[in-house]
């Protein structure tokens, strides 16, 4: 599959710029779309252009109360800790997300959490 992350980018900032448009920019909305643009400045490995918008991305989730959202995010982060070297922090993050989910009740959201924390070991 072939990584468009400019494309990508350029439709999640469309989308961010439609939400304020048209005022649908619930808290949900702005963070999922804040995590979505953070998660692929992750993926191309800019992870200080990633790092600003998952902690908004964060923000957001909790403001809107959704437990999977909070876990995604808090993920996220683990994840860009990681990706800069910084193992404390990101472990920090993926206990954080695993709590998270499992208080969602997401089964399959904890397992990948564990996943990430056993290649921390």
């Known amino acids: 599959?072939?990584?468009k992350f400019d494309e990508?980018?350029?439709i999640f900032e469309d989308e961010?710029?439609?939400?304020?448009e048209h005022q649908l920019g619930t808290e949900l909305n702005e963070a999922v779309n804040l995590y979505e643009r953070g998660y692929i400045y992750y993926?191309?490995?800019l992870n200080d252009q990633a790092l600003p918008l998952m902690q908004q991305s964060l923000k957001h989730a909790e403001l809107s109360g959704d437990k999977v959202c909070v876990a995604c995010a808090l993920?996220?982060?683990?994840?860009?800790?990681?990706?800069n070297g910084n193992r404390e922090m990101a472990v920090?993050?993926?206990?954080?997300a695993l709590l998270a989910f499992k208080e969602a009740e997401n089964q399959r959201g904890a397992k990948e959490i564990e996943e990430l924390l056993s290649l921390d070991n």
């Open 1 to 3: 599959m072939a990584k």
């Open 8 to 10: 990508a980018l350029q």
């Open 16 to 20: 961010k710029n439609l939400l304020r």
């Open 43 to 45: 993926l191309k490995n």
């Open 75 to 83: 993920r996220g982060l683990g994840e860009i800790y990681r990706a």
């Open 92 to 96: 920090i993050y993926f206990k954080k």
